[in-house]
């Protein structure tokens, strides 16, 4: 995942560690990246990863009352130094 330089020191996060990324549904383990490219208190997840699946952070049950789609693009989640 990428994570900005201000929010990774908040965390006690560094590039290479490994990082807990819970959401109310799940939580996974991934590898942290420091990155400029993302906003301070963001974090990017990666898909297509099998060991590190960021679907199991989302929430199926919940969707948008015009379009019926679900949150796949964005949520709340926790990130944490493991």
Known sequence: MEIHPETAAEY???D???VAVESPRG???CRAKISQKILP???HLYFGYEDSNANVLTDHATFDPV???TGLK???CKVEKA
Do not use: A, Q, Y
């Open 12 to 14: 006690d996060i560094e």
């Open 74 to 76: 964005s949520l709340l």
């Open 16 to 18: 290479g560690n490994t």
């Open 41 to 43: 208190g963001v974090v």
């Open 67 to 69: 379009t019926g789609s």
């Open 27 to 29: 939580r996974i383990m």
